[in-house]
């Protein structure tokens, strides 16, 4: 079975510094990894995806994700964080095993950014 | 391009009572997925279509829930009756059919269901 952790509840970083937000995840096969974020009352926006390739994957609004098989991790991270980056951060790995597609979850982790 | 729609937002409804939640996935999209996020949990899998065939339904908790997607398009899923455990975000989403499950998932914006 696969699963996905993300180990901090809660990321609170000042605007302008560094963040990461972190996933690790457990499959049996080569998995593909995804990045959504919720903001709030709104729905799940994908970020981005790690298929296969370079372990450094670039998405949305200036965020990137290093997938290391060794550590089976895909941390979330942006150089420089802003206020508006504030919110619900979901990571969510799938092994295609032919019939189905689904997504497992990990259980989100709030970023809160603070002038 | 209209993204993934799910009506209604909201609903609050008694123990017992019936409630259908509707999505209405991206255009040209064959998968079709629910989700459900129990509050502070993770967001689980319900279950997936393609096109109007359930491929996997393996997260339906029980049979009180029914999901159906006639003609391929537009997805119900059924709560009948609804239990206090039932409350929660239900997520929708649609993907393209590509090469070994590379497509990312499009989410609407949810329901969130309260029973009382």
């Known amino acids: 079975a696969q699963s996905v952790a993300q180990p901090e509840d809660q990321v609170k970083v000042a605007e302008g510094n560094p963040l990461t937000v972190k996933c690790t995840y457990s499959?049996?096969?080569?998995?593909?990894l995804f990045w959504y974020v919720q903001y709030p009352n709104r729905g799940l926006q994908f970020l981005l995806k790690?298929?296969?390739?370079?372990?450094l994957v670039k998405g949305s609004y200036g965020f990137e994700a290093e997938f290391n098989k060794s550590q089976t991790s895909f941390h979330l991270k942006k150089p420089s964080a802003l206020v508006s980056d504030s919110a619900l951060y979901f990571c969510a790995v799938r092994v295609f095993t032919g019939g189905g597609n689904k997504l497992t979850f990990g259980t989100g982790t709030q970023l809160k950014v603070e002038l | 391009e209209a993204g993934v729609t799910q009506f209604p937002s909201h609903s609050v409804i008694e123990k017992g009572q019936t409630v259908t939640l509707r999505c209405d996935p991206i255009?040209?999209?064959?998968?079709l997925y629910w989700y459900r996020r129990v509050m502070g949990k993770e967001i689980k899998f319900l279950l997936h279509f393609v096109k109007e065939s359930k491929q996997d339904e393996s997260g339906m908790p029980n049979n009180r829930f029914l999901a159906e997607r006639t003609g391929g398009t537009y997805s119900t899923l059924k709560v009948q009756p609804a239990e206090l455990e039932d409350s929660g975000v239900y997520f929708c989403?649609?993907?393209?059919?590509?090469?070994?499950?590379?497509?990312?998932?499009?989410f609407g914006q949810g329901t969130r269901l309260t029973v009382v």
């Open positions: 989403a649609s993907s393209q059919v590509l090469q070994r499950g590379r497509a990312e998932a499009f």
């Open positions: 790690y298929i296969t390739g370079d372990n």
């Open positions: 499959v049996s096969g080569n998995p593909y």
């Open positions: 255009s040209g999209h064959d998968n």
